[in-house]
C-alpha cells in the first residue's frame, strides 16, 4: 500500500511504501516514462517516482533545498536540457499553462527529446549553443526561471548572457555546478564559492548552495534570484 503526502514544494509529493520514501510528480501524461522510473496509481492517480541520481533537481530537494521556485504555470528556460529527464519532472510540475525552453548543443542529445516533446506540449526543443543567446532570441520570451545544467568549464558566464536577455528582474535561476568541469585540480567547495562570488558579480543574490553528493558526485546547485533595477 502506498501513501501520498505533498512536499513544500508545489507539485512535488512524497509517495510512502512501509518505511520508506521516494519523491514522485503527478504523471501529466498516464503511462509516460522517461528512464524507466516506477509508476505508481494511488486512488486513481498515476506518480511518476523522481530518481534523485538522475536528476541534480530531485537530488537538490532531497538533499532538503529550501528554494524550488518552479510552480504551475513556470516559464522556463534550460540550459543542457539533453534528452529531457529532469525536464520532463519541470513539466509535469508547470502543468499545461507552462513552458519549458530547452536548448542543447548535441542533435544526439536531444533527439530522444523531440519525441517526449510530441506527448508533452508544454516543452519545446530547440537545437542550438547556450553560448550564442542571439541564435534563440526570436523564440524564447522572457521568463520566470532559467535552469542551467550544461557541464561547461564557465557556467556562470553562460548564465549572465542569458540572464540579460530573458530572464525577468527577480526572476530565479537554478544552477548545477560541476566542480569537475571548471577545474579538476581544486576543491569543489572552493568552486562552489568561486562561482556564487561570480553570480553575486553579475546581479544575483544567492539563496541556497546544495551539495548533490553523494547522488551527483562533486556537483552543487546554486539557486539565486535575479536583482531588479
Ligand atoms: C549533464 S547534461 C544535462 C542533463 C539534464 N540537465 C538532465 O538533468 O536531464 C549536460 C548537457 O549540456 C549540454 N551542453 C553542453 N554545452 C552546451 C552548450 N554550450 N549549449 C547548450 N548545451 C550544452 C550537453 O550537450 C549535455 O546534453
Avoid at 60 to 71: D, H, R, S, V
Avoid at 81 to 89: D, F, M, N, Q, R
Avoid at 180 to 197: A, F, G, T
Wanted: net charge positive.
Amino acid at each position: 500500500m502506498f501513501k501520498v503526502k505533498k512536499s513544500p514544494f508545489m507539485g512535488v509529493y512524497w509517495i510512502y511504501r512501509g518505511k520508506n520514501r521516494f519523491l514522485a510528480t503527478k504523471n501529466m501524461v498516464p503511462g509516460f516514462k522517461s528512464c524507466n522510473e516506477e509508476l505508481i496509481k494511488v486512488k486513481g492517480e498515476e506518480f511518476r517516482v523522481w530518481d534523485p541520481r538522475r536528476s541534480k533537481a530531485a537530488a537538490y530537494i532531497l538533499k532538503k533545498g529550501e528554494n524550488f521556485p518552479i510552480t504551475e504555470k513556470s516559464k522556463i528556460l534550460y540550459l543542457g536540457i539533453a534528452s529531457g529527464t529532469t525536464a520532463s519532472y519541470l513539466s509535469d510540475i508547470i502543468g499545461k499553462k507552462g513552458v519549458i525552453f530547452g536548448i542543447d548543443v548535441s542533435p544526439i542529445a536531444l533527439m530522444p527529446l523531440i519525441n517526449i516533446a510530441r506527448k508533452r506540449e508544454n516543452i519545446c526543443p530547440i537545437l542550438s549553443d547556450a553560448r550564442k543567446p542571439w541564435n534563440y532570441s526570436n523564440i524564447v520570451p522572457t521568463v520566470e526561471v532559467m535552469y542551467c545544467d550544461v557541464a561547461q568549464p564557465n557556467p556562470s558566464q553562460i548564465v549572465s548572457i542569458n540572464s540579460n536577455v530573458f530572464l525577468r528582474d527577480k526572476g530565479f535561476l537554478l544552477l548545477a555546478v560541476k566542480a569537475s568541469s571548471i577545474d579538476i585540480s581544486r576543491k569543489p567547495q572552493e568552486i562552489y564559492r568561486e562561482e556564487e562570488m561570480r553570480l553575486r558579480d553579475g546581479g544575483f543574490e544567492i539563496l541556497d548552495v546544495v551539495n548533490l553528493e553523494p547522488y551527483h558526485r562533486k556537483h552543487a546547485m546554486i539557486v539565486a534570484v535575479k536583482e531588479g533595477l
